[in-house]
């Protein structure tokens, strides 16, 4: 089952409460706060395009620039040995640590399309 979706290009997180007997969420990788629900995946997923939407025609309107999330821009912590470990490795083979953090990623997510 996929947790998010997808509308615009803005990833919103699916998530249900029992308690209330709702499905919400709320637009990920942003600082803004755009959230949405519905009492089904139908009306979740209406909401969220419509929380978007408001979200992008606010910003309009306010003449600021909307956020975009997953710019590309990515600060990333290791444990010590680790990141000395990735380090190394990327001198010995003539590339970036950004790129060979990039390239761990990518072949993570390939592998894991595959299963």
Same mark, same amino acid.
């Given at each position: 089952?996929?947790?998010?979706?997808?509308y615009k290009?803005?990833?919103?997180?699916?998530?249900?409460s029992?308690? /209330? &007997?709702l499905f919400f969420?709320?637009?990920?990788?942003?600082?803004?706060? +755009?959230?949405?629900e #519905?009492t089904?995946a139908?009306?979740?997923?209406?909401d969220f395009?419509?929380?978007?939407?408001?979200?992008?025609a606010l910003c309009e309107? /306010? &003449?600021?620039?909307p956020?975009v999330?997953y710019k590309?821009?990515?600060n +990333?912590?290791l444990? #010590?040995?680790?990141?000395k470990?990735?380090?190394?490795?990327?001198?010995a083979?003539q590339q970036s640590l950004?790129?060979?953090?990039?390239?761990?990623v990518?072949?993570?997510?390939?592998?894991?399309?595959?299963?």
């Amino acid at each position: 089952m996929k947790n998010t979706m997808e509308y615009k290009g803005y990833i919103g997180s699916v998530e249900f409460s029992e308690a /209330d &007997g709702l499905f919400f969420g709320k637009v990920q990788g942003i600082r803004s706060l +755009v959230s949405y629900e #519905g009492t089904n995946a139908k009306d979740l997923v209406k909401d969220f395009h419509g929380a978007v939407d408001d979200y992008l025609a606010l910003c309009e309107e /306010d &003449g600021t620039a909307p956020e975009v999330a997953y710019k590309g821009s990515l600060n +990333v912590r290791l444990r #010590g040995d680790l990141h000395k470990r990735a380090a190394v490795y990327a001198i010995a083979h003539q590339q970036s640590l950004n790129s060979f953090i990039e390239e761990a990623v990518n072949e993570k997510l390939i592998a894991e399309a595959k299963d």
